[in-house]
């Protein structure tokens, strides 16, 4: 089972990652994560890599898809592979598509976690965290027992990230329309699309995943 998951940040889409890595025996296969492997191991593909990347140049597809075919022939993709941050165009997507098939494989589905943007928004801005020992509470959804002192270590401190913004936020989750755009379409043409809701709670989206997974 070779899958692509999407979904903006706020989304939950690391930890779905994880826990299909941890249940499922797949492998994620981050093309961010493989460039700078490539360039950290000095190999002759890093080497051309990091010059590419250094001088601010797009990075070719077929090394790109050089790189991620050296990849899929490790052992481990044998579980399954969760795609993330590739095909960005209708070009890698055949890449893509071309590589799986020269290994017997295939992509089995395109899953996206959905957001409400709004929704996304509220979540994001309303969160702080205690100064002390990091407990996490939210202006509306969570707030201590007691105004202003910590539920567990009685401290009076609290922080907020300064990028839990409303702005930050509707930047990225323009970003992310952005550089999906490309592809959704392709996908969907193929009947490969499954939206999850992405602002439930953790286990119902894992549960989602799971269903689609097994074709239930
Ligand atoms: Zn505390």
Do not use: W
């Given at each position: 089972?070779n899958i692509i998951l999407l979904g903006p940040p706020g989304?939950?889409?690391?930890?779905?990652?994880?826990?299909?890595?941890?249940?499922?025996?797949?492998?994620?296969?981050?093309?961010?994560?493989?460039?700078?492997?490539?360039?950290?191991?000095?190999?002759?593909?890093?080497?051309?890599?990091?010059?590419?990347?250094?001088?601010?140049?797009?990075?070719?597809?077929?090394?790109?898809?050089?790189?991620?075919?050296?990849?899929?022939?490790?052992?481990?993709?044998?579980?399954?592979?969760?795609?993330?941050?590739?095909?960005?165009?209708?070009?890698?997507?055949?890449?893509?598509?071309?590589?799986?098939?020269?290994?017997?494989?295939?992509?089995?589905?395109?899953?996206?976690?959905?957001?409400?943007?709004?929704?996304?928004?509220?979540?994001?801005?309303?969160?702080?965290?205690?100064?002390?020992?990091?407990?996490?509470?939210?202006?509306?959804?969570?707030?201590?027992?007691?105004?202003?002192?910590?539920?567990?270590?009685?401290?009076?401190?609290?922080?907020?990230?300064?990028?839990?913004?409303?702005?930050?936020?509707?930047?990225?989750?323009?970003?992310?329309?952005?550089?999906?755009?490309?592809?959704?379409?392709?996908?969907?043409?193929?009947?490969?699309?499954?939206?999850?809701?992405?602002?439930?709670?953790i286990d119902e989206v894992t549960a989602a995943i799971e269903?689609?997974?097994?074709?239930?």
């Amino acid at each position: 089972m070779n899958i692509i998951l999407l979904g903006p940040p706020g989304a939950g889409k690391g930890t779905q990652a994880s826990r299909l890595e941890r249940e499922r025996g797949m492998v994620q296969i981050s093309t961010g994560d493989l460039l700078r492997a490539a360039v950290k191991s000095g190999s002759e593909i890093g080497k051309l890599a990091d010059g590419i990347m250094k001088a601010g140049k797009l990075f070719p597809d077929d090394l790109m898809s050089q790189i991620l075919g050296d990849r899929l022939d490790q052992p481990d993709t044998a579980g399954g592979v969760i795609f993330d941050g590739y095909p960005r165009t209708a070009a890698q997507a055949d890449k893509l598509d071309a590589l799986l098939a020269e290994r017997g494989k295939s992509l089995d589905h395109v899953i996206e976690l959905e957001v409400d943007e709004d929704a996304l928004v509220d979540r994001i801005t309303g969160r702080f965290t205690c100064a002390r020992c990091g407990a996490g509470y939210h202006d509306r959804f969570k707030l201590p027992k007691e105004a202003g002192v910590c539920d567990v270590c009685g401290s009076e401190e609290f922080k907020r990230r300064p990028d839990d913004n409303e702005e930050t936020v509707r930047t990225r989750m323009a970003e992310y329309r952005a550089k999906t755009a490309p592809i959704l379409p392709l996908y969907e043409a193929r009947g490969l699309v499954s939206r999850v809701d992405g602002m439930a709670d953790i286990d119902e989206v894992t549960a989602a995943i799971e269903a689609i997974l097994d074709g239930r």
